[in-house]
Structure formats: C-alpha cells, structure tokens
T-cell receptor, first 118, second 112 residues
Framework: EAQVTQNPRYLITVTGKKLTVTCSQN?????MSWYRQDPGLGLRQIYY???????DKGDVPEGYKVSRKEKRNFPLILESPSPNQTSLYFC?????????????????FGPGTRLTVL | GNSVTQMEGPVTLSEEAFLTINCTYT??????LFWYVQYPGEGLQLLLK?????DKGSNKGFEATYRKETTSFHLEKGSVQVSDSAVYFC???????????FGSGTRLQVQP
C-alpha cells in the first residue's frame, strides 16, 4: 500500500530537549516536505526536499532542521524545542509530474504528529 | 505572494442540506486548485482538484469549479451526510512551485 508514515503520532516534551520526528514514504517520490498546522492558519510549509541531499527552507523554517540522506526518509529535527512549536505536523511527498506538468500532481500526506512542548 | 481565503467556520448543517464553502485565491501564475479534507484524528486527503480555468473537480458528491474571473474555487455538495463532518482546506499550487498554499480550513459539522 502506497503511504507516508510518521512517528511518533503524539509527543509531549519539555523546552530544550532535542527531538526528531521521522517520515518515510514507500512510493519512491523525490519531493518531500514538512508542514505545520495551527488553528486559523491552515498548513504552512517548514522545509522541503527536491531529492537526496537537496533541502531548502519553506515559509516557516526557524527552529527546525531536516536531512535527506535516503530518498524514502525525511526526518524533522527540533534541536531545542520551544512552546511556540507546539503544533500538528504533517509530512508529505509528491510524485513526479506527468506530461511535464509537475505542479498538477497530488501530494500524499502522512497521518500527522501532534507535538506539545511544555 | 500567493494566498487562499476560506470562509470562517464552523459550518453547522442538518443532514441532507446543501453545502457551500467559499474559497478565493490570489496567485502570481496559473495555479492548480485543490480541496483537501481532514477527518477527525486523521491526515489530509485530497478531495478534488482542478488544473485550469473552467475545470470542474468532483468526488464523493462534492464539486468545485475553477473560476478565473472571480478567482474562486467554491466547494459544493447537494446533500451532506453526518459522515462528511470534517475540516475542509482549500489550497493552491502556483506555476513552477511544488509547495501548496493552504487556506485556514473550515470545519463542517453535520447533525442528524
């Protein structure tokens, strides 16, 4: 089954304690990204990766890091979490385009990770 | 920059009522437009999409038409069910970009 998986699904932690949220996809997609969802703001992109070893900042990258050592995995790292990073996080992947129009294709989302930083 | 504006929720309807959730957008290029649905405790699922002006996306009884003249992509359903209760997000992907720009989401509550 084609899917994007995230772990953990729920996490409560304290300020300053480093954490990693894992994301994995089994569809051989090159493009992967992380979003955070906050009430009244919808989803905002944190970081994205066009391919292995190619990552770039999204709209709200401050306080986050990512890595892309393998095509299937795209972990999100919070080196020193703070309460304003309490949010619902989604990983997503995007297949390559058809007919040269990659922007028409559908993103696949993981189930989400609810993070609380105390 | 790009932006998506959705009507404020929650929207509360009785079963079999007609649903409209308004969505308007601004974009610099020629975007593709999407509606995603998020059921309680789950991730986002693509509901429907439209890739060019006057296209109509449809799925599970939901429809939305890409209106370039009014920069809108309103979601409609003729007869909602309790199982349609969820949060609905309008989104766009602009030309040459892969990231989605989302609206703030509209919560729909359908009562029996």
């Amino acid at each position: 089954e084609a899917q994007v998986t995230q772990n953990p699904r729920y996490l409560i932690t304290v300020t300053g304690k480093k954490l990693t949220v894992t994301c994995s996809q089994n569809m051989n997609h090159e493009y992967m990204s992380w979003y955070r969802q906050d009430p009244g703001l919808g989803l905002r992109q944190i970081y994205y990766s066009m391919n292995v070893e190619v990552t770039d900042k999204g709209d709200v990258p401050e306080g986050y890091k990512v890595s892309r050592k393998e095509k299937r995995n795209f972990p999100l790292i919070l080196e020193s979490p703070s309460p304003n990073q309490t949010s619902l996080y989604f990983c997503a992947s995007l297949p390559p385009g058809t007919s040269g129009r990659s922007y028409t294709d559908t993103q696949y989302f993981g189930p989400g990770t609810r993070l609380t930083v105390l | 920059g790009n932006s998506v504006t959705q009507m404020e929720g929650p929207v509360t309807l009785s079963e079999e009522a007609f649903l409209t959730i308004n969505c308007t957008y601004t974009a610099t290029g020629y975007p593709s437009l999407f509606w995603y649905v998020q059921y309680p405790g789950e991730g986002l699922q693509l509901l429907l999409k439209a890739t060019k002006a006057d296209d109509k996306g449809s799925n599970k009884g939901f429809e939305a038409t890409y209106r370039k003249e009014t920069t809108s992509f309103h979601l409609e359903k003729g007869s909602v069910q309790v199982s349609d209760s969820a949060v609905y997000f309008c989104a766009l992907r602009d030309t040459g970009r892969r990231a989605l720009t989302f609206g703030s989401g509209t919560r729909l509550q359908v009562q029996p």
